[in-house]
Protein backbone atom coordinates (compact mmCIF):
# COMPACT_ATOMS: atom_id res chain seq x y z
CA UNK A 1 0.00 0.00 0.00
CA UNK A 2 2.92 2.35 1.26
CA UNK A 3 4.39 1.73 -2.97
CA UNK A 4 1.18 2.47 -4.26
CA UNK A 5 0.46 5.58 -2.11
CA UNK A 6 4.72 7.02 -3.11
CA UNK A 7 4.00 5.84 -6.61
CA UNK A 8 0.89 8.67 -6.68
CA UNK A 9 2.87 11.34 -4.81
CA UNK A 10 5.65 11.11 -7.23
CA UNK A 11 3.21 11.19 -9.90
CA UNK A 12 1.65 14.22 -8.56
CA UNK A 13 4.63 15.92 -8.30
CA UNK A 14 5.76 15.22 -11.70
CA UNK A 15 2.33 16.82 -13.03
CA UNK A 16 2.72 19.94 -11.31
CA UNK A 17 6.48 19.92 -11.92
CA UNK A 18 5.86 20.31 -15.43
CA UNK A 19 2.75 22.27 -15.66
CA UNK A 20 4.90 25.13 -13.81
CA UNK A 21 7.72 24.66 -16.32
CA UNK A 22 5.81 25.04 -18.93
CA UNK A 23 4.27 27.95 -17.57
CA UNK A 24 7.62 29.66 -17.10
CA UNK A 25 8.74 28.45 -20.55
CA UNK A 26 5.75 30.51 -22.32
CA UNK A 27 7.09 34.14 -23.02
CA UNK A 28 4.20 36.65 -24.27
CA UNK A 29 4.44 40.06 -25.76
CA UNK A 30 2.52 42.58 -23.41
CA UNK A 31 2.94 45.74 -25.19
CA UNK A 32 3.68 46.18 -29.01
CA UNK A 33 5.69 48.45 -31.07
CA UNK A 34 4.32 50.29 -33.56
CA UNK A 35 7.54 50.95 -35.77
CA UNK A 36 10.83 49.63 -36.72
CA UNK A 37 13.94 51.08 -38.44
CA UNK A 38 14.84 49.37 -41.49
CA UNK A 39 18.61 49.24 -39.95
CA UNK A 40 16.94 47.29 -37.05
CA UNK A 41 15.29 44.70 -39.55
CA UNK A 42 18.58 44.08 -41.17
CA UNK A 43 20.04 42.97 -38.19
CA UNK A 44 17.24 40.56 -37.19
CA UNK A 45 18.26 36.79 -36.68
CA UNK A 46 14.60 35.10 -37.20
CA UNK A 47 11.26 36.36 -36.18
CA UNK A 48 7.92 34.01 -34.98
CA UNK A 49 4.49 35.28 -35.20
CA UNK A 50 2.37 34.93 -31.77
CA UNK A 51 -0.92 34.12 -31.60
CA UNK A 52 -3.45 35.49 -29.73
CA UNK A 53 -4.93 32.48 -27.86
CA UNK A 54 -5.55 31.31 -24.40
CA UNK A 55 -1.62 31.43 -23.51
CA UNK A 56 -1.08 35.32 -24.97
CA UNK A 57 -3.43 37.78 -25.87
CA UNK A 58 -1.95 39.95 -27.98
CA UNK A 59 -0.97 38.66 -31.47
CA UNK A 60 1.97 39.98 -32.37
CA UNK A 61 5.71 39.45 -34.52
CA UNK A 62 8.39 38.92 -32.55
CA UNK A 63 11.74 39.84 -34.03
CA UNK A 64 14.51 38.33 -32.12
CA UNK A 65 17.94 40.18 -32.37
CA UNK A 66 21.20 39.50 -31.15
CA UNK A 67 20.57 40.54 -27.33
CA UNK A 68 17.07 40.93 -27.12
CA UNK A 69 13.28 40.63 -28.34
CA UNK A 70 11.02 43.21 -30.16
CA UNK A 71 7.50 42.56 -30.06
CA UNK A 72 5.91 44.39 -33.15
CA UNK A 73 2.18 45.00 -34.22
CA UNK A 74 1.69 42.35 -37.35
CA UNK A 75 -0.05 45.32 -38.55
CA UNK A 76 3.05 47.11 -39.40
CA UNK A 77 3.28 47.09 -43.42
CA UNK A 78 7.41 47.33 -43.25
CA UNK A 79 7.32 44.27 -41.31
CA UNK A 80 4.52 41.95 -43.40
CA UNK A 81 7.23 42.82 -46.50
CA UNK A 82 9.79 41.58 -44.91
CA UNK A 83 8.27 38.97 -43.55
CA UNK A 84 7.13 38.01 -47.46
CA UNK A 85 10.71 39.07 -48.48
CA UNK A 86 12.07 36.24 -45.92
CA UNK A 87 10.10 33.51 -46.56
CA UNK A 88 10.50 34.04 -50.09
CA UNK A 89 14.60 33.48 -49.44
CA UNK A 90 14.16 30.71 -47.45
CA UNK A 91 11.86 28.56 -49.70
CA UNK A 92 12.93 30.36 -52.89
CA UNK A 93 8.97 29.60 -53.39
CA UNK A 94 8.69 30.82 -57.30
CA UNK A 95 4.57 31.35 -56.21
CA UNK A 96 5.43 33.95 -53.34
CA UNK A 97 7.65 35.74 -55.66
CA UNK A 98 5.19 35.17 -58.43
CA UNK A 99 2.34 36.71 -56.04
CA UNK A 100 4.71 39.56 -54.94
CA UNK A 101 5.43 41.05 -58.21
CA UNK A 102 1.69 41.26 -59.25
CA UNK A 103 0.66 42.87 -56.07
CA UNK A 104 3.57 45.38 -56.92
CA UNK A 105 2.60 45.66 -61.00
CA UNK A 106 -1.75 46.60 -59.42
CA UNK A 107 -0.28 48.87 -57.21
CA UNK A 108 2.87 50.66 -58.74
CA UNK A 109 4.14 53.63 -56.63
CA UNK A 110 3.28 57.02 -58.92
CA UNK A 111 6.16 58.95 -59.50
CA UNK A 112 5.92 62.76 -59.12
CA UNK A 113 5.56 65.30 -62.23
CA UNK A 114 8.34 67.91 -61.90
CA UNK A 115 6.75 70.71 -62.94
CA UNK A 116 9.43 73.54 -64.37
CA UNK A 117 8.66 77.10 -63.31
CA UNK A 118 8.25 79.79 -65.33
CA UNK A 119 10.31 82.84 -64.48
CA UNK A 120 8.49 86.23 -65.22
CA UNK A 121 10.47 89.28 -65.76
CA UNK A 122 9.18 92.36 -64.92
CA UNK A 123 10.35 94.81 -68.06
Known amino acids: MTALRLTAVLLCLLYVSEAAFSLSSTRCCTRLGENISKGLLKKVKGYEIQKQDGTCHLQAV ?12 PKNKRVQQWIIRQRMKSSGNQELRTKERTKRRNNPKKKKKKTRERKTYLT
Open 62 to 73: LLHLKHKTLCIS
